[in-house]
């Protein structure tokens, strides 16, 4: 079921762009649409760091 939640960066990007796909406002310094994507890059990588914390896979501890 936690897994469905990796859904959600696919449709922040994809679902997001056409929305975002202007220059103006400039945040950070940097245009828009630039802006929206690298924030959407973050967003993918929090949801799958929560993710693989939340698997119960990845709570063994591994002896190597």
Known sequence: M??????L???FILL???FANRIHPFLLGIPFGLF???FGILF???VIWILYHLDPKNKE???L
């Open 2 to 7: 936690w897994k469905l939640l990796l859904i």
């Open 9 to 11: 960066p696919f449709l």
């Open 16 to 18: 997001g762009i056409p």
């Open 36 to 38: 929206w994507v690298s």
């Open 44 to 46: 993918s990588f929090l």
């Open 61 to 63: 501890e591994d002896d």
